[in-house]
């Protein structure tokens, strides 16, 4: 749970820490929609709980706030945690998302992995529950491979990248 009641006690960083933990993460930040604005991207360990499903609960809007990606999950980055020796073909973590937005990502500064304006993803299992994209923006020449790393459409089709 994150939050003790009101939307400022939903901070960045402890989103950033409740989706490195892992496990079932919901908001509580009252009953009037409200957003959390990120500096740097919440990142999925592969050696946390190996089950994250993030809840907004339809009334959270996660942003990048024009300058960072939001969510960042690779079996294969060793910065995450390597717990097989395929990292590429590991069944977990999976990560669902769901009943959330996700507005103004950007990834066009990442020197690696830059594709995927909202979440990254490589390996593991990922699943899109009911969450709307806007304002998204990865990198040009990312633009062809993006799908495989959640969208290559414009935003205005529920895609976390434009064009």
Same mark, same amino acid.
């Given at each position: 749970m994150i939050g003790t009641g009101t939307p400022e006690s939903c901070t960045p960083d402890a989103f950033i820490k409740a989706v490195a933990n892992g496990g079932k993460i919901v908001f509580n930040g009252g009953t009037q929609p409200f957003t959390i604005t990120l %500096?740097? #991207?919440?990142?999925?360990? &592969?050696?946390s709980n190996p089950n994250i499903v993030i809840d907004g609960g339809g009334i959270v809007t996660l942003s990048g706030g024009t300058t960072t990606r939001i969510l960042y999950m690779n079996t294969c980055d #060793? &910065?995450?945690h390597w717990t097989s %020796?395929?990292?590429?073909n590991q069944d977990s973590p999976h990560l669902t998302v769901q009943n959330l937005t996700f507005i103004n990502a950007n990834s066009t500064n990442e020197a690696q992995y830059? !594709? !995927? !304006?909202a979440i990254w993803v490589r390996g593991g299992r990922f699943k899109v529950v009911n969450c709307r994209f806007f304002n998204n923006v990865c990198a040009a020449w990312a633009r062809t491979w993006a799908a495989a790393r959640y969208g290559s459409f414009p935003s205005t089709t529920t895609s976390p990248c434009t064009w």
């Open positions: %500096t740097r #991207p919440a990142k999925v360990f &592969n050696d #060793p &910065n995450q %020796t395929r990292c590429d830059d !594709g !995927g !304006g």
